[in-house]
């Protein structure tokens, strides 16, 4: 299964796999630098956020048909925005922006000493990922370009954007 998939090629990983990988110098000083003190950081929910942007979309789509839409406009929104609003709050956590209880503790915050350091590569591998491109597409654009598929692979696993396919609980 493949990226497209909605699988990572890294979950085939074998567990001496996954050991090489987590004990390149690279991760390591990442999941260190990931495990900063978060005691004063707010911890919020996904799930309440994306609720209060439903009922927001909801309104305003409303207002301008003239009528309240009442589901179908909940509908309209997790239909039409969970994915990206999902992705991007994937991307405030890994950042250390904002800590939301769905995504790993311990991913909050692991890209910042990428940001911090400057790190060229891993900035266009998270522009990519933002933009809404896949494992797949971003190793195919490495290939293309000539870079080192080992930093590129390195970055998508401390990405890990398998974390943010999450399911609405829209019923």
């Known amino acids: 299964m493949g990226a497209l998939d909605g699988h990572s090629s890294y979950d085939q990983l074998s567990g001496r796999q996954v050991g090489l990988l987590l004990s390149s110098p690279r991760i390591q000083n990442r999941l260190l630098m990931s495990q900063v003190c978060t005691l004063d ?3 919020l929910s996904l ?6 942007e439903a009922r927001r979309h909801r309104w305003i789509e409303s207002q301008k048909r003239g009528c309240d839409l009442g589901d179908q406009g909940f509908r ?11 992705r991007y709050r994937h991307l405030e956590h890994l950042l250390g922006d ?9 991913a909050f915050g692991v890209l910042t000493p990428l940001v911090r350091n400057q790190d060229e590569l891993a900035a266009e591998v998270v522009e ?17 370009a000539g870079l080192d598929l080992n930093q590129v692979k390195e970055c998508l696993i401390v990405i890990n954007m398998n974390d ?4 609405h609980r829209l019923n």
């Open 41 to 43: 950081v707010e911890v």
């Open 47 to 52: 799930y309440e956020a994306a609720l209060q």
């Open 76 to 86: 309209e929104w997790y239909d039409c925005y969970w994915a990206i609003y999902i």
């Open 98 to 106: 904002r800590q939301w209880l769905e995504f790993d503790s311990a």
């Open 128 to 144: 990519l990922y933002r933009q809404g491109w896949e494992n797949l597409d971003i190793l195919n654009w490495a290939i293309r």
């Open 164 to 167: 943010a396919r999450i399911d």
